[in-house]
T-cell receptor, first 112, second 116 residues
Framework: GDSVTQMEGPVTLSEEAFLTINCTYTATGYPSLFWYVQYPGEGLQLLLKATKADDKGSNKGFEATYRKETTSFHLEKGSVQVSDSAVYFC???????????FGSGTQLTVLP | GAGVSQSPSNKVTEKGKDVELRCDPISGHTALYWYRQSLGQGLEFLIYFQGNSAPDKSGLPSDRFSAERTGGSVSTLTIQRTQQEDSAVYLCASSLASGQSNQPQHFGDGTRLSIL
């Protein structure tokens, strides 16, 4: 079945540092890929998505590129802020599947 | 507009009791999903509804779990004879028709269930 593997963390960075959270997937065919963010005490919020190879999703300074050749969808941000502290989930959804398959989540803490 | 609404936000109950969790999806969203988020298991799919079709129950962990969706809108997840391992955050999500994999799912804030 489909699976998503992401860097587990926790990740602690200083404000304005560069962020990378790695995510790789296994799936039949070409899934759509998503990053969700969960702030403390809240539900999941869609951060960005990409639906086909070489697509780049971007939002709030975060970016991720759908790389079919490496089956990856790494999340990056050039300069993190304290307000970015949250748990980040990578997820995939294959063509015939209805539900999302999630990675284990990565806790990010940004220190001032 | 209004997002996915879940109630209660927190529920504490004794082992062996039944609980009902409610989800009110975004208006116009025909697909509705329940997931469970627990420390050891991460985010797990439980059940999926699409319009008036039979639900996909393949993620339900035991026959103590059931869900229904009345009138194609509000959904209730019921856990009978709760066990301590049922303690988790139960998340509901909705999306437009799920025929295409690129439709994002929009999540509620979840119900934190604690079984004593």
């Amino acid at each position: 079945g489909d699976s998503v593997t992401q860097m587990e963390g926790p990740v602690t960075l200083s404000e304005e540092a560069f962020l990378t959270i790695n995510c790789t997937y296994t799936a039949t065919g070409y899934p759509s890929l998503f990053w969700y963010v969960q702030y403390p005490g809240e539900g999941l919020q869609l951060l960005l998505k990409a639906t086909k190879a070489d697509d780049k999703g971007s939002n709030k300074g975060f970016e991720a590129t759908y790389r079919k050749e490496t089956t990856s969808f790494h999340l990056e941000k050039g300069s993190v802020q304290v307000s970015d502290s949250a748990v980040y989930f990578c997820a995939s959804r294959g063509g015939s599947a209805r539900q999302l398959t999630f990675g284990s989540g990565t806790q990010l803490t940004v220190l001032p | 507009g209004a997002g996915v609404s879940q109630s209660p936000s927190n529920k504490v109950t004794e082992k062996g009791k039944d609980v009902e969790l409610r989800c009110d999806p975004i208006s116009g969203h025909t697909a509705l999903y329940w997931y469970r988020q627990s420390l050891g298991q991460g985010l797990e799919f439980l059940i999926y509804f699409q319009g008036n079709s039979a639900p996909d129950k393949s993620g339900l962990p035991s026959d103590r779990f059931s869900a229904e969706r009345t009138g194609g809108s509000v959904s209730t997840l019921t856990i009978q004879r709760t066990q301590q391992e049922d303690s988790a955050v139960y998340l509901c999500a909705s999306s437009l028709a799920s025929g295409q994999s690129n439709q994002p799912q929009h999540f509620g804030d979840g119900t934190r269930l604690s079984i004593l």
